[in-house]
Each structure stands twice: as structure tokens, then as C-alpha cells.
């Protein structure tokens, strides 16, 4: 029998049949059915990219002519991206640039640390993590560029809507099925990135 979170779940089932590496690749394959964020030829940022579920869908998607890179504290076994070790507290958005050939589509973050089972902190920690991959997607996406990142909820999930909405013209919180039900964990979607003059103009949503 399958071992796992209280035995195998059909997610879990599915990855394994389907050759992913992670049950969460159902998690970023149901936003992008309703938002349609990747394209072939595409620029990605992929942080927190281990075991690799994520990273692979968007290869998949973005085709040959696309460049992904990848970044975790580990480094996932997939070929056709760019993937190196690293905390994403200690890269520059300018060595992401120079990695990608360009500015990036697209920015995911599916990044949280190894819970503590204390809501409040594990809420913090995670909301820094956001943070950082927000402030990492204002300065390497390209106007018109997508953000999806994962968010503990908690008292700091409201500010970091609003801070998005500051960066991207349409902002929206989606909870696909594959989010445990007992998680408090759901997914900033966040579209056309706006000019960078908007930004410094002070425009407003
Ligand atoms: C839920 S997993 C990502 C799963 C991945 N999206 C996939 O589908 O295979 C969260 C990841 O965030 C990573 N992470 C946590 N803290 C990080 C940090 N400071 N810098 C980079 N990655 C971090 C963890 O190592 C972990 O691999």
C-alpha cells in the first residue's frame, strides 16, 4: 500500500501515473486552465522549484524555444531548465535577467519553509518568502508579465494582496482543488504587470 499524508490521495495517485514529481503540479496545471498563464517561447522564474512538478509543467508548456530557471536550496533532477541551489533571500533579480537572456513572463513561487505547526508562525515566515518572490517579480517580469504565489493565509495576507495590486493590474486569490482541505494555503494569481512609469507615477488599481 501507498505510504504518505494518511495513505496516497488521487492527486498524489495522478502525479505518480503522469511521471511529475509532485502531487502540486495540479495545483499550477488548474490556475493555468482558467487563467492561461504560459505560452511557447516564454521567459520563467520558478522559486522553490524542488522536486521539479512545477518547473516540468511549464517546460512542458513553454516548448524549446523557452528558457526556465529554477531556483530551490535544492536542485531538482529535470533537464531543459536552468536550475541552481540557492536561498532566494541571497539572489539578485539581476542575475535572473542574465540567466533567463532577457526579462521574464512569468514568476512562480510555490516557496514555503518546513512548517512548525504554530499558524502564526509559519504564516510569517511564509509571508516573507512571498514577499521576497514579490519584490524578485517587480523588478524581472516584463510589463504585461504573471506572478502566481503561494500564501499561508494570515494577518499579513490582506497587505500582500494590496502590495500586489500596486505592481499588477489584475490580482486575484484562486484555491485549486488539489489545496489540501485542512490547508491554509492559497495562490496569488497576478496579471499584467504594470508599466514601470505606472509604478513610479504612483498610479493606483
Ligand atoms: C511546496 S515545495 C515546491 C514544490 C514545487 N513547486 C514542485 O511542484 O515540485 C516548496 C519549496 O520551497 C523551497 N524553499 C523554502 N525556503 C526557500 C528559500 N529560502 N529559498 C528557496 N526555496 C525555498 C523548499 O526547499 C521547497 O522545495
Do not use: N
Not at 499561508?152 to 500586489?164: H, I, N, P, R, V
Amino acid at each position: 500500500m501507498a505510504r504518505g499524508y494518511k495513505g496516497r490521495d488521487t492527486y498524489s495517485q495522478q502525479a505518480h501515473d503522469d511521471g511529475y514529481a509532485a502531487r502540486s503540479v495540479y495545483k499550477l496545471s488548474a490556475i493555468d486552465k482558467r487563467v492561461r498563464i504560459f505560452r511557447q517561447g516564454q521567459r520563467v522564474v520558478d522559486l522553490g522549484c524542488f522536486p521539479g512538478s512545477w518547473s516540468r509543467y511549464a517546460l512542458e508548456h513553454i516548448g524549446p524555444s523557452g528558457t526556465l530557471v529554477g531556483l530551490d536550496l535544492e536542485v531538482p533532477r529535470l533537464s531543459g531548465g536552468i536550475f541552481f541551489a540557492r536561498s532566494v533571500y541571497e539572489v539578485q533579480a539581476s542575475e535572473l535577467i542574465a540567466l533567463l537572456g532577457g526579462p521574464a513572463d512569468v514568476l512562480l513561487s510555490d516557496m514555503a519553509q518546513k512548517t512548525m505547526g504554530d499558524r502564526h508562525v509559519d504564516h510569517y515566515a511564509q509571508i516573507a518568502l512571498a514577499r521576497t518572490a514579490l519584490g524578485l517579480a517587480a523588478q524581472v517580469l516584463r510589463p504585461g508579465g504573471s506572478f502566481v504565489c503561494k500564501v499561508f493565509e494570515g494577518e499579513e495576507s490582506s497587505d500582500f494582496q494590496k502590495e500586489a495590486q500596486e505592481i499588477f493590474k489584475k490580482v486575484r486569490r484562486m484555491r485549486p482543488d488539489a489545496v489540501r482541505k485542512q490547508s491554509r494555503e492559497w495562490f496569488l494569481v497576478a496579471e499584467d504587470r504594470r508599466e514601470v512609469e505606472a509604478l513610479a507615477d504612483g498610479e493606483g488599481p
